[in-house]
């Protein structure tokens, strides 16, 4: 129970309130004391002033406060009565003669205030120790000293017991979310933390706590979407290779059967190749980028090269100037990606236009276009538009070109319209930016 955060909370803030109230009280006794002490010092000087006669004697007093003692600066008593015969008046008489200051000193169950005095006489200035009777002054101070412990006690008691209650109660919210949170769970992530709404931080780590449980649930539904997608997509080749299989062990002497399902069998199994191959790239992070300025108009003219003995149909076209501040393998992944997308969708004007400027780099194609509503959805894993579901492919290029985008810190800008063609086109941070 005492390791709780309540019980240290309250612990250290009562030590804290007990240390600095005992320091005020002391600091108000010794004040008390002092004063009391130099008022009362005055009083015995003014009170023997007026009794002190001098005379050609050595001096004559005439009636003084009762129980007055005087010292001479030797220690000698000249006037009044005190106990001698206690076994520490030599060590009294001493501690009395070293004072500077009014004091309060004990001798045996007698305690004295002393005075140090300087008087005119006949031989000179001469300094005599005045001990008056502490009477009821040093009770008093005993009393006031007693009374302040007491207060002491109260006061650190009632911190103890205030700052217990104060404490439980600026802590019921972060209990209450401590509580709720142990009632997430992984199968049910649409719960949330209570938030006070007090902008303090106990409402700052709701408010944290939400919105983690925002990205969690977000992630936890990408990834079962995810799956279901992943399991869809396996099931009609999976599906279609069973069938394939089943088919040639049925019909073992029918050699033309044989071969086109065993001709079918191997497309389907190299399409789940693709797809396998399309799920660890997006699967599998960029260990290492390396950026560099990169001649954006030379590293298209070097791709294009690729892509016309890739796709004989195709016209490819470089256009344009500019550079660039990024990662060419990396950038080079994402553009065939978008150049295979673009070969995918295109249907009569099989033309493929890569352009280049300062900063930007696009892949325009003339093909079937996408409806301006689908465009914020192209990038998702698996999906397809409703006309592109007869064509080959999983939907992940566009993942996968996504997501590498992030790893170069670029941007890209979709322009489509329905049978004419789209553009994708990179927009290339500014060098600061990534060297910041």
């Known amino acids: 129970m005492f390791s709780t955060l309540k019980w240290k909370m309250t612990f250290w803030q009562t030590v804290l309130f007990s240390l600095l109230l005992g320091l005020g009280f002391l600091m108000a006794y010794n004040i008390t004391k002092t004063l009391h002490i130099n008022r009362s010092a005055e009083a015995l000087k003014r009170d023997v002033q007026a009794s002190l006669r001098l005379f050609p004697r050595p001096f004559r007093i005439s009636p003084v406060p009762h129980g007055l003692v005087i010292l001479n600066e030797n220690g000698e008593i000249i006037y009044g009565s005190i106990d001698v015969e206690n076994e520490n008046f030599q060590k009294f008489v ?98 949330r933390v209570y938030d006070p709404k007090t902008n303090d931080e106990v409402s700052i780590l709701a408010r944290t706590i939400n919105s983690m449980l925002d990205r969690l649930e977000a992630g936890f539904e990408a990834q079962s979407e995810f799956i279901r997608d992943v399991s869809h997509e396996l099931r009609t080749p999976l599906t279609t290779i069973q069938g394939y299989a089943e088919l040639i062990l049925n019909f073992l ?19 789940l190749s693709r797809l396998t191959e399309s799920l660890l790239a997006l699967s599998m992070p960029v260990k290492k980028v390396e950026f560099r300025q990169v001649d954006l108009r030379e590293f298209l003219e070097a791709l294009a090269e690729t892509f016309k003995a890739q796709f004989k149909d195709f016209n490819i076209i470089v256009e344009g100037q500019g550079k660039a501040y990024t990662d060419p393998k990396v950038l080079e992944i994402i553009v065939k990606a978008l150049v295979e997308n673009a070969v995918n969708f295109s249907k009569d004007r099989k033309e493929v236009i890569l352009r280049c400027e300062e900063g930007k780099l696009s892949v325009k194609d003339f093909g079937i276009g996408i409806e301006e509503s689908e465009i914020p959805k192209i990038f998702r894993k698996f999906y397809k538009v409703d006309k592109s579901r007869s064509k080959d492919g999983y939907g992940l290029g566009l993942s996968i070109v996504d997501k590498l985008l992030k790893f170069i810190n670029a941007k890209i800008e979709v322009k489509s319209k329905l049978g004419e063609g789209s553009e994708f086109t990179i927009v290339f941070p500014d060098q600061r930016e990534v060297l910041q």
């Open 253 to 271: 002497d029918r050699k033309d059967i044989v071969v086109e399902a065993a001709s079918t069998i191997f497309e389907t199994a190299q399409k």
């Open 94 to 191: 001493n501690h009395v003669l070293s004072l500077k200051t009014p004091s309060y000193v004990k001798l045996g169950k007698n305690e004295y205030l002393v005075v140090k005095m300087t008087l005119l006489t006949f031989s000179g200035e001469r300094s005599f120790f005045l001990l008056g009777p502490a009477g009821s002054t040093g009770d008093l101070l005993k009393l006031l000293a007693r009374t302040f412990w007491i207060l002491w006690g109260i006061f650190s008691i009632a911190s103890l017991l205030l700052g217990g209650y104060f404490v439980t109660k600026t802590l019921e919210p972060m209990k209450r979310i401590t509580e709720e949170v142990k009632n997430i769970n992984a199968s049910d992530l649409s719960k």
